[in-house]
Structure formats: structure tokens, C-alpha cells
């Protein structure tokens, strides 16, 4: 298998240039990676995907999805989970749709544990719908609904996705393909909540670009992913602002192992595993 496989005949309408495209390269060879190692089946991986930018990965790509309402992505990812436990869900979403109409859905995931990869693509504004800003949009970020620029703090993702509850909590850079590529592999390979907050400026809206390269720097080896406290310090280091040299880590925050979702729940069925014979001559007689 390789990446060409997983494309579609859809023409990409991103702007040219956008570090979308990147992402989208890094998702196919990640895919491509869990295949060729017997970890994964393409027929057994379905993307829920919101509404914007991000979304268009449901048109570029030959895999299982569904289209979603505006911030409502995790919700439905979680019911195709729980109809089909065996299945590998992927959520894709933006800053917009994630933190701010779905922010109560992406706490509770976490709080849940929730059997779900989602991938978020932040670029800090809606872009799609020229340049309002977005839960995590800087202090002072000036734009078509704050022309006075924002006032309040930006959210950060990271912690409020490890106060939560979240078990895989990461960060990547779109422009980083390879490390984004390997989050990317680990986060299937998690079983319970794996959220990775991709840093995805804006070319148009907000190209942070050079601050970006001049101040990433990646966790090594030596960061202990299994210590939350040093987690969350990580993840305070930078407060999503660009008015002073904050250094921003990317890598694999934190991780660890606990009950998923519904491991609890005594009345499931594995419905979906029955054979129904369905007596197709007396269902259709009255049609």
C-alpha cells in the first residue's frame, strides 16, 4: 500500500501553500505505516470530520467518513465507536469547532476516556469564514468580528485536555510532517482518548509561521510522558500568545492507561457480530 492509494479524484481547493496539505500527507503515510505493520485495516478506519478548513480531509481522502455538524464531530464519532467497538474512529476538527461550539463535547471525551483519535487542526482563527477569531486566538489578535482586537486570554488545549481527564494528550507542527506523522501512529495505537493539537497556521489569516520555526523545539527521550505534573508544565510553557520569545514544545505530552468509555457498561452487545436472516419475501410483499 502506499499514500496514492488513499487519495480521491476530489480537486484540493486549499489556499497553495496552506500546511494543510502537510497534514494531509502526514495522515496518509501514517495510515500507510499502521497498514503495512498488521496494526490496522483501512475497511475498519471511519473519520468524523467538522466543519471548515480541516473538514476537506474528508473529500481527499478514500477511507470511511461522515460529515458533521459545526462542533458536533465527537459526538458522532462516539456513536460510530459505540455501534462498532472494533473500528478505528478518528475525529478531525478545527480550533473553531473544537473549542469553541464544541468544547463541551471535547471535555467530556476526555473526562470519558473515550475510544477516539482526534486530530485538531489550530491555526488560532475561522478560517474558512475569513479571519474571526477563535477560543485560542491570542490577546490583541485583530479580525473581521474584533477589529479592537481580542481581550481575554487564549484557552490552552493541552491543559484543559489533561485537567480533564485525557490519556494521550500531544502536540504537533503541520510543517513537521515526519514527527507528525509518528503522533499520528501512536494515537491509533492508543487505546482510550488520543488528542493531538496540531499547530496549523493560516497563510492568509494568521501566518505565524516564522515565530513558529524560530521557537519549537521537540520533547526528547528524556521527557517523561507518564508524569501529569511535568505534563501540564509543559504544557503552560507557551500561552498561545506571540508577544514575547516563549519557547513551544511539540511531541507526546502525556500518556497512560485506564478504563475507556465503556468498558463499564455490563449491557453491551456485540449486535453488529450477529447474523440476521432476514425473510426479504415477506418484508417487501406489501411494496
Same mark, same amino acid.
Given at each position: 500500500?502506499? /499514500?496514492?492509494?488513499?487519495?480521491?479524484?476530489?480537486?484540493?481547493?486549499?489556499?497553495?501553500?496552506? &500546511?494543510?496539505?502537510?497534514?494531509?500527507?502526514?495522515?496518509?503515510?501514517?495510515?500507510? %505505516?499502521?497498514?503495512?505493520?498488521?496494526?490496522?485495516?483501512?475497511?475498519?478506519?471511519?473519520? $468524523?470530520?467538522?466543519? +471548515?478548513?480541516?473538514?476537506?480531509?474528508?473529500?481527499?481522502?478514500?477511507?470511511?467518513?461522515?460529515?458533521?455538524?459545526?462542533?458536533?464531530?465527537?459526538?458522532?464519532?462516539?456513536? #460510530?465507536?459505540?455501534?462498532?467497538?472494533?473500528?478505528?474512529? !478518528?475525529?478531525?476538527?478545527?480550533?473553531?469547532?473544537?473549542? /469553541?461550539? +464544541?468544547?463541551?463535547?471535547?471535555?467530556?471525551?476526555?473526562?470519558?476516556?473515550?475510544?477516539?483519535?482526534?486530530?485538531?487542526?489550530?491555526?488560532?482563527? !475561522?478560517?474558512?469564514?475569513?479571519?474571526?477569531?477563535?477560543?485560542?486566538? %491570542?490577546?490583541?489578535?485583530?479580525?473581521?468580528?474584533?477589529?479592537?482586537?481580542?481581550?481575554?486570554?487564549?484557552?490552552?488545549?493541552?491543559?484543559?485536555?489533561?485537567?480533564?481527564? $485525557?490519556? !494521550?494528550?500531544?502536540? +504537533?507542527?503541520?510543517?513537521?510532517? %515526519?514527527?507528525?506523522?509518528?503522533?499520528?501512529?501512536?494515537?491509533?495505537?492508543?487505546?482510550?482518548?488520543?488528542? #493531538?493539537?496540531?499547530?496549523? &497556521?493560516?497563510?492568509? !489569516?494568521?501566518?505565524? #509561521?516564522?515565530?513558529?520555526?524560530?521557537? #519549537?523545539? =521537540?520533547?526528547?527521550?528524556?521527557?517523561?510522558? $507518564?508524569?501529569?505534573?511535568?505534563?501540564?508544565?509543559? /504544557?503552560? %510553557? @507557551?500561552?498561545?500568545?506571540?508577544?514575547?520569545?516563549?519557547?513551544? &514544545?511539540? +511531541?507526546?505530552?502525556?500518556?497512560?492507561? =485506564?478504563?475507556?468509555?465503556?468498558?463499564?457498561?455490563?449491557?453491551?452487545?456485540? @449486535?453488529? =457480530?450477529?447474523?440476521?436472516?432476514?425473510?426479504?419475501?415477506?418484508?417487501?410483499?406489501?411494496?
Amino acid at each position: 500500500m502506499n /499514500a496514492k492509494d488513499l487519495g480521491t479524484k476530489e480537486k484540493i481547493t486549499w489556499c497553495p501553500g496552506c &500546511p494543510n496539505f502537510s497534514m494531509l500527507e502526514a495522515f496518509k503515510e501514517a495510515i500507510v %505505516e499502521l497498514v503495512d505493520k498488521n496494526k490496522i485495516e483501512t475497511k475498519n478506519i471511519v473519520m $468524523a470530520t467538522g466543519i +471548515g478548513c480541516h473538514g476537506k480531509f474528508f473529500d481527499y481522502l478514500n477511507l470511511n467518513g461522515f460529515y458533521c455538524l459545526h462542533g458536533r464531530l465527537l459526538p458522532t464519532a462516539l456513536g #460510530i465507536k459505540l455501534s462498532n467497538p472494533t473500528l478505528t474512529v !478518528f475525529g478531525v476538527g478545527g480550533d473553531g469547532d473544537t473549542y /469553541a461550539e +464544541g468544547v463541551d463535547h471535547f471535555i467530556h471525551a476526555c473526562r470519558n476516556n473515550a475510544d477516539l483519535k482526534l486530530i485538531v487542526h489550530n491555526n488560532q482563527v !475561522f478560517a474558512l469564514t475569513v479571519g474571526q477569531a477563535t477560543p485560542t486566538s %491570542e490577546k490583541g489578535f485583530v479580525g473581521t468580528t474584533n477589529p479592537l482586537g481580542v481581550k481575554e486570554k487564549p484557552l490552552n488545549p493541552l491543559a484543559l485536555a489533561l485537567v480533564s481527564g $485525557a490519556s !494521550f494528550v500531544a502536540r +504537533g507542527f503541520a510543517l513537521e510532517k %515526519e514527527h507528525l506523522k509518528g503522533l499520528i501512529c501512536q494515537a491509533a495505537e492508543h487505546k482510550g482518548f488520543a488528542f #493531538i493539537d496540531v499547530l496549523q &497556521p493560516c497563510l492568509v !489569516f494568521h501566518n505565524v #509561521i516564522p515565530y513558529l520555526q524560530k521557537n #519549537i523545539y =521537540k520533547l526528547d527521550e528524556n521527557h517523561n510522558s $507518564a508524569d501529569f505534573n511535568l505534563a501540564l508544565e509543559k /504544557a503552560k %510553557e @507557551w500561552d498561545l500568545s506571540f508577544d514575547k520569545d516563549s519557547k513551544i &514544545p511539540i +511531541g507526546l505530552f502525556y500518556k497512560t492507561e =485506564k478504563p475507556v468509555f465503556d468498558d463499564g457498561f455490563p449491557q453491551k452487545k456485540v @449486535w453488529y =457480530k450477529k447474523e440476521r436472516k432476514i425473510d426479504w419475501k415477506n418484508l417487501t410483499k406489501n411494496f
